[in-house]
């Protein structure tokens, strides 16, 4: 698979409900996230324990992309997430707004470079992200 299509694949699935998610990340990978609450960096650990924590906390949590770079096997994607919470399963909301790079190695995501900002909900912020078939 190449690396793209295992990208793509990846930002495919509902964090909240998907069992295979760590299967796409190398067991030595690496997230430095920029967010609007600081800097953090994880690792397969990190990671594992952060999507745990969605699997408990919402009822669907899906990424709608924008944007799928290519450059050999660096992918860069830009993309919103939207997720239901638990206690209200009917109501979709975005959450943030994301781009990240990705260093694929091995087949696996490995060296991840993330920057996030918490959703704008005007109409034309959304529409901005609106889905494109990549």
């Given at each position: 698979?190449?690396?793209?299509?295992?990208?793509?694949?990846?930002?495919?699935?509902?964090?909240?409900?998907?069992?295979?998610?760590?299967?796409?990340?190398?067991?030595?990978?690496?997230?430095?996230?920029?967010?609007?609450?600081?800097?953090?960096?994880?690792?397969?650990?990190?990671?594992k324990?952060?999507?745990?924590?969605?699997?408990?906390?919402?009822?669907?949590?899906?990424?709608r992309?924008?944007?799928?770079?290519?450059?050999?096997?660096?992918?860069?994607?830009?993309?919103?997430?939207?997720?239901?919470?638990?206690?209200?399963?009917?109501?979709?909301?975005?959450?943030?707004?994301?781009?990240?790079?990705?260093?694929?190695k091995?087949?696996?995501?490995?060296?991840?470079f993330?920057?996030?900002?918490?959703?704008?909900?005007?109409?034309?912020?959304?529409?901005?992200?609106?889905?494109?078939?990549?």
């Amino acid at each position: 698979m190449s690396p793209k299509d295992l990208i793509k694949n990846f930002y495919q699935l509902d964090l909240a409900k998907d069992n295979n998610i760590m299967d796409f990340f190398h067991e030595d990978c690496e997230l430095k996230w920029n967010s609007s609450k600081g800097y953090t960096q994880l690792d397969y650990q990190g990671i594992k324990e952060m999507l745990e924590g969605v699997r408990k906390s919402y009822h669907s949590f899906k990424f709608r992309v924008s944007h799928l770079l290519e450059d050999e096997n660096i992918i860069t994607t830009r993309y919103t997430i939207y997720a239901t919470v638990i206690e209200r399963p009917e109501k979709e909301d975005a959450l943030a707004h994301f781009i990240t790079i990705w260093e694929v190695k091995d087949g696996k995501m490995h060296t991840g470079f993330e920057i996030s900002q918490l959703a704008d909900v005007s109409p034309e912020s959304l529409n901005s992200y609106a889905e494109i078939k990549v």
